[in-house]
């Protein structure tokens, strides 16, 4: 399978980085295809602007919109790596998502998550958060992304299986963070099985 991976992190250094780089190897090692979206790093612009309402009601696609998409249609899964910000998305993930999964494209029917316009694909959310597990359980934050992320956007994309992984306790100890970069491989390695459905794009 084809596995494209989409990277929020302004520095390259970081871990965040560091888990995509491990969640590629992973990927690769059990033979599929690698393409990085490096966000930062090719300048996406996150910010959700008139022309996209205009390309809504003219049914045209914003040239840079329309090369992720041609990103998302060539892939048969999706990571998205990104760290935990304020229990949210960081604003380089939430405008690549708000802009690239448009209406017309991505979806039509705003209360049946199960009638995306696209193919299935596999998706993979691989957060990193400072947090504990035991803190994200508790508190109920889990819950929460889990209903917002695979229910409330990716369910309406075609995404499925979708997985949340919150990498917890990423800012802790080099030997933490070891074992998260090596839960990272192992989350390439295994969880992309999912063939996509032949009819739609
Ligand atoms: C602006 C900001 C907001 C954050 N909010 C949260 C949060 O809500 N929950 C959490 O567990 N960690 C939070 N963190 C910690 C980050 O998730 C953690 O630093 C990140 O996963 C580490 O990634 P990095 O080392 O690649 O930058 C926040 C960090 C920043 C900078």
Known sequence: ???LTVLDH??????TAAAAQQFMQ???AAGH????A?????GFNPLWSMADIEADTDANTVPDVRSEQARIERADAI???FPLYWWGMPSMTKGWVDRVWSWGWAYDQLDDPEKSLLRSRSGVLLCPAGASSDEMEASGYLSALETTWIKGTFGYFGLSPCKLEVLCGST?????????????YQIGYTLLSTRPAESKT
Do not use: I, T, Y
């Not at 295809?33 to 990085?36: F, G, I, T």
């Not at 490096?38 to 090719?42: G, I, N, V």
């Not at 802790?172 to 990272?184: D, H």
């Open 1 to 3: 399978m084809h596995v």
């Open 10 to 15: 302004p520095n390259p250094d970081s871990f």
């Open 26 to 28: 992973g990927a690769k």
């Open 33 to 36: 295809s690698v393409e990085l």
């Open 38 to 42: 490096d966000l930062h790093a090719e």
């Open 79 to 81: 990571c998205l790596v």
């Open 172 to 184: 802790g100890s080099a030997k933490r963070r070891q074992a998260l970069l090596e839960r990272s």
